[in-house]
């Protein structure tokens, strides 16, 4: 059963629209990361936060936002969607000072952006 | 810095065969290192992972990995192929110093043939 939880997990959104993708997680972790994962397969880092109120920008330039207010959720936003944010963003989480543990992952947000 | 490196985008067994899937890392610490799945449509799911102890390490579903230093390799294998066994998989490596993040491999696909 999931600790980690994405909604929605397929979102039809036409151009212009602003989306927020919602992630949740019951695990009491403080690192979160959103991921993007092209057709292609390769995961990118795009956001990550290592407690409240902070945020990071990943190894891929987006133009997506998060923000960090609660330890449990961490939404990402996309003001204006487009053609080129149709992909599948992943959420994961992690605990402090628990490297050896991994990421713990929700099921994925399919986006297209029509 | 860390980088992981997957031999292979796409591998095709038989049914009963072999499972190889190959890894190799750099990584200027000490290294922890993961084997991911991702089915369809799905999130990624840890299949083992590799903390410093047994250099052989067993994970669910019945595959394992090898922890070679000399060869910097993580190599995932599994006896026998089973159908269910077709899906996406990533090599993942993190610095042990706890303030790293976790680089991803470009990913294999597994095919399963009957």
């Known amino acids: 059963e999931a600790d980690i939880y994405q909604t929605p997990r397929y979102l039809v959104i036409g151009t212009g629209k602003k989306i927020t993708l919602e992630c949740s997680q019951t695990?009491?972790?403080?690192?979160m990361y959103w991921y993007q994962q092209d057709p292609g397969m390769e995961l990118h880092l795009i956001h990550y936060s290592y407690g409240v109120n902070s945020t990071e920008k990943g190894d891929l330039s987006s133009e997506s936002t998060v923000s960090r207010i609660r330890t449990e959720h961490f939404p990402l936003t996309l003001e204006s969607a487009r053609p080129s944010h149709t992909s599948q963003y992943l959420c994961?989480?992690?605990?402090?000072?628990?490297?050896?543990?991994?990421?713990?992952f929700g099921s994925g947000t399919r986006l297209t952006v029509v | 810095a860390q980088s992981v490196t997957q031999l292979g985008s796409h591998v095709s067994v038989s049914e009963g065969a072999l499972v190889l899937l190959r890894c190799n890392y750099s990584?200027?610490?000490?290294?922890?290192l993961f084997w991911y799945v991702q089915y369809p449509n799905q999130g990624l799911q840890l299949l083992l992972k590799?903390?410093?102890?047994?250099?052989l390490v067993k994970g669910i579903n019945g595959f394992e990995a090898e922890f070679k230093k000399s060869e910097t390799s993580f190599h995932l294998t599994k006896p026998s192929a089973h159908m269910s066994d077709a899906a996406e998989y990533f090599c993942?490596?993190?610095?042990?110093?706890?303030?790293?993040?976790?680089?991803f491999g470009q990913g294999t696909t597994l095919q399963v043939k009957p």
């Open positions: 993942a490596v993190m610095g042990s110093s706890n303030t790293g993040k976790l680089i």
């Open positions: 590799y903390t410093s102890a047994a250099t």
């Open positions: 990584s200027s610490v000490p290294p922890y």
């Open positions: 994961a989480s992690s605990a402090l000072g628990a490297a050896a543990d991994g990421y713990t």
């Open positions: 695990m009491g972790h403080d690192k």
